[in-house]
């Protein structure tokens, strides 16, 4: 685990300012500032409708923000903008449900956007594919189809689509919610070893005790926005806010 | 008067259905490219794309075809283009086909899950990529039954074309009847070969469908 | 070669219009009252235990549904008086509409019915309740507002497609189109209007079904 980094010196990787989003008259992102520096691992936790899902999948423009700017890596997002290809190059995303293409296998998923967006030939996109699938422990998978593999498995693959493209940064949104309880260790797994690896990840999470072990960072979001954010052991154990303090006894209940 | 045998009648017929065929594969074929080209337009994130071809297609959609026959064979004269019941036919059937099979596969690009155009935009391709690689490959998939049977709307739509004197099995139909004074059993024949057409094209995007339910 | 065009001629015309019209909407009104009532009858018989039945039914949908409208209106109306049966231009559009719709709506509400929970049936025959009174009470108002929409668009396609009645005389919208052309020589003015007028039936058709529908089917019943 790497110390929370302070110092303005170090420009952050993902660098979040003023970002507001509203759907219809609901306010749910009412000015969120936050930064991620190069290899943490940020959880961000709350309940369901505080944002946090929103706010994530703002960093790679699956949620066009009405105010503020995103910026990854360089690359910078308002807005105005409308063409997300530069930023969603360094952006990767992995989905409560999966998302694999059914109509492709596991590594065709792999290798489909390394072809039509990198441009890659073909010897390196398959290079790249097996090495990806390799590293999720799929490489024995590369011709199945989604439709035969587990939930863990597909999610797993999921994980190595995004990988294989390079990014510099991880958004993982809520990725073990729709897995069978004893499929969830696999992937969780798979992000761990990301995570000893270096990889920038941000994760919206329901695994609290996943959060508190491997995360540098966590971010308690109410209300549209960041009630509190720090070390994982400062926010359990002496949660500042009331709000945080019934949302983790509401959920270590469970 | 002439004498007309049952096999006159019914051989002149055939001979006409060719045009029926003809004109049905033309229309088919131009419209099912030029439906692709306005399924494009109106699942495309322009909206004034998405709007001129929802436009296309409600106005298509809610007039009649004979309606769209006279005003082709009307307009092309008057932008200098000279037209006979051969090229209009043709170019009203072409935007009918279109129009109607456009909405069919709009239907079924709906049917894709969110997730997959997600997925794909998160991977940093563009609409055209998305479309290409992630959208219309599971799209045409769950289309091919329903395209199908519309081919059987597009066989009878022909018919239509009589009336601006198209020579296709219909108006062969009338042309012979008042030669033979035998409407009954002209008319009877020119249905029973619209339903040699039709018939195979319904059973085929019937079993098709089937398929198409086993395998999901 | 610029064409200039000219509307204003039309306006002479405007009675015959207005007549045309009116005759389309009724043509309609009648032939969806009927055709859809056939398409009840049509659909319970096709899904009845009585196999003649549903074999006959079952003939009648795909003979009418894989030949054109245009054809089956010429049959009757040229050909039925070689069996002695002659019916005015009016009839003859209204029969030949009402056997259209009703092919094509037995087949919309038989898919409708089929979609009925096992359940529903065994419930209302746990009551006690007859086949007939099962399909009346039970089957019928959930399979109707299930394909309500898909009912409406084929009502608005017989509504297009009565067009062609123009061809046996009957003086609706787009007879009364031909008739005017043929006085005007604006061929491609009147059609425009005739076009206009018949998109405006359309949208309106549509917008009175999606009216009623929400009148009679609000109560409990999920649009699928």
């Known amino acids: ?254 | 008067m002439l004498n007309f045998t049952l096999w006159d009648i019914l051989s002149n017929l055939l001979l006409a259905a060719r045009w029926t065929v003809l004109l049905s594969l033309i229309a088919f074929v131009s419209g099912g490219v030029a439906g692709l080209l306005l399924l494009v337009a109106r699942v495309s994130p322009v909206p004034p794309l998405r709007i001129a071809a929802k436009l296309f297609i409600e106005v298509f959609q809610g007039t009649p075809l004979l309606m769209q026959l006279f005003i082709v064979f009307f307009a092309l004269p008057l932008i200098g283009i000279e037209t006979s019941a051969w090229t209009s036919a043709a170019v009203a059937l072409t935007l009918f086909t279109a129009a109607y099979l456009a909405e069919i596969w709009r239907g079924c690009v709906e049917a894709v899950p969110k997730g997959q155009w997600e997925a794909s935009a998160s991977l940093a391709m563009t609409f055209p990529e998305q479309m290409r690689h992630v959208i219309l490959p599971q799209a045409l998939r769950i289309a091919v039954p329903p395209t199908v049977g519309f081919s059987v709307q597009v066989v009878k739509g022909t018919a239509v074309t009589s009336i601006i004197g198209f020579v296709e099995v219909t108006k062969a139909g009338t042309m012979i009847t008042n030669a033979t004074f035998q409407p009954f059993l002209v008319y009877g024949l020119v249905g029973l070969i619209y339903f040699a057409l039709c018939y195979p094209l319904s059973l085929s995007a019937k079993a098709l469908e089937r398929k198409l339910n086993v395998a999901r | ?224």
């Open chain 3, 1 to 224: 070669m610029a064409y200039s065009f000219d509307f204003s001629s039309l306006l002479d015309y405007t009675p015959v219009l207005v007549d045309g019209v009116a005759t389309t909407v009724a043509l309609t009104a009648v032939s969806t009252v009927l055709g859809v009532a056939l398409g009840i009858g049509g659909a319970a018989a096709r899904t009845s235990s009585v196999k003649p039945l549903a074999v006959v039914v079952g003939a009648y949908v795909e003979l009418i549904r894989n030949t054109p409208f245009l054809v089956q209106l010429f049959f009757i109306f040229f050909g039925l008086p070689s069996l002695g049966i002659r019916l005015a231009e009016w009839q003859a559009a209204v029969l030949a509409m009402v056997i259209n719709l009703g092919a094509y709506s037995t087949e919309i509400i038989r898919a409708g019915i089929e979609a009925t929970p096992k359940g529903q049936i065994e419930a209302g025959a746990s009551l006690g309740m007859t086949g007939p009174q099962i399909f009346r009470y039970v089957v019928l108002g959930p399979a109707m507002a299930k394909i309500w929409p898909a009912l409406t668009s084929q009502i608005v396609i017989v509504m297009l497609g009565s067009s062609v009645c123009s061809q046996i005389a009957a003086e609706e919208l787009s007879f009364a189109a031909n008739f005017i052309q043929s006085r005007n020589f604006r061929p491609f003015e009147v059609y425009f209007l005739a076009t206009a007028l018949y998109l405006a039936l359309a949208v309106g058709l549509r917008w009175i079904f999606s009216l009623m529908g929400q009148r009679m089917f609000a109560k409990g019943v999920s649009r699928a």
């Open chain 1, 1 to 254: 685990m790497s110390p929370v980094n302070t110092s303005a010196t170090v420009r952050p990787l993902v660098k979040l300012s003023a970002i507001r989003k509203s759907f219809g008259p609901v306010e749910v992102l009412k000015g969120v500032d936050m930064a991620v520096e190069e290899g943490q691992v940020v959880a961000m936790i709350g309940r369901s409708g505080s944002g946090k899902s929103t706010l994530l999948r703002s960093i790679n423009g699956l949620e066009r923000i009405d105010g503020g700017v995103i910026e990854v890596d360089g690359e910078c997002v308002d807005p105005g903008q409308i063409d997300l290809r530069a930023l969603r190059q360094k952006v990767g995303m992995v989905f409560q449900q999966f998302n694999l293409f059914p109509h492709l296998t596991a590594g065709e998923n792999v290798m489909l956007a390394l072809k039509v967006v990198k441009k890659q030939d073909k010897a390196a996109t398959r290079a790249a594919a097996e090495s990806a699938l390799a590293k999720v422990g799929l490489g024995h998978k590369f011709d199945a189809y989604p439709s035969q593999l587990s939930g863990g498995q597909q999610q797993r693959v999921a994980i190595a689509r995004s990988l294989a493209m390079a990014p510099k940064v991880l958004l993982c949104d809520e990725i073990t919610s729709a897995l069978d309880p004893e499929l969830v260790a696999e992937v969780l797994g798979v992000v761990r070893k990301l995570a000893e690896e270096g990889m920038t990840l941000i994760l919206v999470t329901h695994e609290m005790r996943f959060a508190r072990e491997v995360c540098d960072r966590l971010v308690f979001m109410h209300g549209g926005r960041i009630a509190e954010q720090g070390p994982p052991a400062k926010l359990f154990d002496r949660p500042s806010t009331p709000e945080l303090a019934q949302f983790i006894g509401m959920v270590e209940a469970r």
